[in-house]
């Protein structure tokens, strides 16, 4: 992800978040809310109370799980808010042209904290090497987050990288497996950036 690119990006999402707080009308008017924050959100928790299977985590998170299930709990707090989010935020869920960026497939869009959606973005920026950590609070929507907050909602992403990453692949859906020389699907390759990010960043 070249700086450029990257630019285009955090301002688009600037722009819709802003239009997207509070909710508009016309997309609460077609049901959309605030669901319920579910297990994919607090899956070391999953782990720790056996609802779960264990999943592989890296070696600075491999004896804090009770530190992680301490900072998921939080999520529900975290992601309270009156704006809409599109809960799927990453690149390729966007389209970069000369001087702007468009954001696609909203098919998630909930009642929550889009702030939430620039942390997620930014583990794919973080992996490229970018400071995630300067970008996210430069960004607009980090406006009157509180650190513990963002340690919470890293907590729960690198839950979510991790858990997923380790799930077979789903049939006609999942990509095929790929050749030894090359990373693994989406979840695979964001599940390390995630971990280094709760441990770093």
Not at 49 to 61: K, M, S, W
Not at 83 to 92: G, K, S, Y
Not at 103 to 121: K, Y
């Amino acid at each position: 992800m070249v700086p450029g690119d990257l630019d285009l990006m955090l301002e688009a999402w600037a722009k819709a978040a802003e239009a997207l707080t509070p909710a508009p009308q016309a997309l609460l008017d077609l049901g959309v809310r605030a669901d319920p924050i579910d297990g994919k959100l607090r899956q070391f928790t999953g782990v720790a109370e056996g609802a779960q299977e264990r999943f592989f985590v890296p070696g600075p998170l491999e004896h804090r799980l009770a530190e992680l299930v301490e900072l998921e709990s939080g999520i529900d707090k975290a992601m309270e808010s009156d704006a809409a989010m599109h809960f799927d935020l990453r690149p390729d869920n966007m389209i970069v042209g000369a001087s702007q960026a468009w954001i696609c497939d909203w098919n998630w869009v909930q009642v929550h904290s889009p702030w939430f959606d620039t942390a997620c973005f930014l583990v794919a920026a973080h992996g490229d090497g970018h400071d995630a950590d300067a970008l996210f609070w430069a960004h607009p929507t980090a406006a009157g987050v509180a650190p513990d907050q963002l340690d919470t909602a890293l907590a729960s992403i690198t839950g979510y990288y991790l858990g997923e990453s380790a799930l077979p692949p789903i049939p006609d859906v999942s990509l095929p497996p790929p050749p030894p020389t090359l990373e693994r699907p989406r979840s695979g390759r964001l599940a390390r950036p995630a971990a280094r990010m709760v441990t770093i960043w």
